[in-house]
């Protein structure tokens, strides 16, 4: 799906209505979720903040409203990369997002290699998306960098080994119910958008968003009553 024309859009979704929306549009064939925006509806800063175990909560709830595929922003992998993507495919995600920055810090490009590795090792169904951050803030802003980045990522070395194609964009797990993005294994990078370094910059400047009173009410929207 992510291989040939026409151009793959994702829209990115925060919780199942949003899903819901994006997936009733024509020609809508997958959708994304969005770090930022699914950890501030639930109560929480981007960046890690949100326990992980309610993100992948959320991407269970948001792949299981809709039939397109889903893939999700799930940052630099709450610091267990390989146990967060295995995570991932079992909520129902057909990828992952997965960024080379950790607090502000983009991380040596030999020391991502091998989290991609260990990542495609844990969860090969999965699709990865290796975000590349050079443009965003603690990155060199190197054009030449981003793109050595980009083409290492899609054979990274892998602990069993000699090394293969990462994956990227999507593909289902062993249960397919949604349309697949790609049954062969696939690799592609992506850039770190200016617009969110714009977002991460202004962040500073944003009121802290505390986290909410934990209640059932919060992962069932029938049981809110605002």
Do not use: K
């Amino acid at each position: 799906m992510h291989r040939a024309p026409p151009l793959l859009v994702l829209p990115n979704a925060w919780d199942v209505a949003s899903a819901q929306a994006f997936a009733a549009l024509p020609g809508c064939r997958a959708i994304a979720t969005s770090s930022a925006a699914v950890a501030r509806s639930l109560g929480w800063e981007d960046g890690e903040q949100t326990p992980v175990e309610e993100m992948l909560r959320a991407v269970g709830r948001i792949a299981a409203a809709v039939e397109v595929p889903v893939t999700a922003d799930l940052e630099a992998g709450y610091g267990d990369p390989p146990r967060t993507a295995s995570g991932a495919i079992a909520a129902g995600a057909a990828g992952m997002n997965l960024e080379d920055s950790r607090a502000g810090r983009q991380l040596p490009l030999e020391e991502q290699l091998e989290i991609i590795g260990a990542v495609r090792a844990a969860a090969p169904g999965l699709v990865l998306n290796a975000r590349v951050d050079v443009f965003l803030e603690g990155g060199g802003g190197d054009v030449g960098e981003a793109i050595e980045r980009g083409n290492r990522s899609l054979r990274p070395s892998t602990p069993s080994g000699p090394s293969r194609p990462a994956s990227t964009a999507r593909s289902t797990s062993s249960s397919p119910p949604r349309t697949r993005l790609s049954r062969s294994s696939s690799g592609s990078a992506s850039l770190g958008s200016r617009s969110a370094r714009v977002s991460r910059a202004l962040r500073s400047t944003r009121p802290r968003v505390w986290p909410l009173p934990r209640s059932p009410a919060r992962d069932d929207p029938h049981a809110r009553g605002w």
